[in-house]
């Protein structure tokens, strides 16, 4: 299996790093020297050197696709071309690209991750991919998840600063601070998934205690929250 990476950047070379512990990688983009040195990954300049590939991964920003697409069409020659670039919709890959496919995903790819797909059959095509799938069920659904999948790492990482910077204000040292986050926002994410919200906090709360005094702090920041996520859905709109 080659798989071909279009714009080995950021994303595009996370993609890489995890496609290439089972498939061979083709990563293309201008400036070879700056991909990381990586076993199974072959780094070219020109998009027409990727042409041995099965299957082509789209990681290059919209604008940058669009001007590209009739080039990539031309390489591709009718096999599967999955775009990650947000906001370039089906109907306009469809114009130039023959078997087109979107999908999303956030850098956590690059060690195991999650990956979004539309349609759903998409994923037959990420098979390769160390990954778990999200099958949307519209297009309008994956382009949400620009924001709730792709960026919301970013966003939360803000949070997690808050919690170290809270975690060290009281006396916890920097490693310990983060060992501790880490199990917080991951045991949050299982709890609420296995129990919902009332009932982890039924489990977790003593009358009078101290979850319950932080729980009253803390409904200020939700509405903060929500915002950006949605401020940043809304953006996919504009690309
Ligand atoms: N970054 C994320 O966390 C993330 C998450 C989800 C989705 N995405 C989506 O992924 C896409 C890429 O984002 P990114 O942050 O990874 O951007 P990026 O770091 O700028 O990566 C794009 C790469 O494309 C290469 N490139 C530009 N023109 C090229 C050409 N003609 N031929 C070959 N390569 C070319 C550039 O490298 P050279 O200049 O060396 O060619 C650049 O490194 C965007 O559409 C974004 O919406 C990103």
Redesign the pocket.
Known sequence: MRVAI?????????IAMNASKNAEVIA?????D?FPETKSVEVV???EEAEKANVFII????Q??R??MELISKVARGKPVVS?????RLEEMLRHIENPFRA????GIEERGTVACYPPETSEHLSFLDADFIYCESERELDAM?SF???S??IISKLFHAFIISALHQGISYNNAIKAGISAFHSAAYLYSKYGLDETIRRITTPGGTTAEGLRLVAGIEKGFMDSLIGASRRVDE?
């Open positions: 279009i714009g080995a950047g950021n994303l595009g070379t996370a293309v983009r201008r400036r070879k700056l300049s020109e998009i990681t290059l920003k919209p940058v696709f001007k590209n990650f670039s947000a906001g370039v999303m995903t956030n850098l620009t999948l792709g960026s790492p970013a690309l």
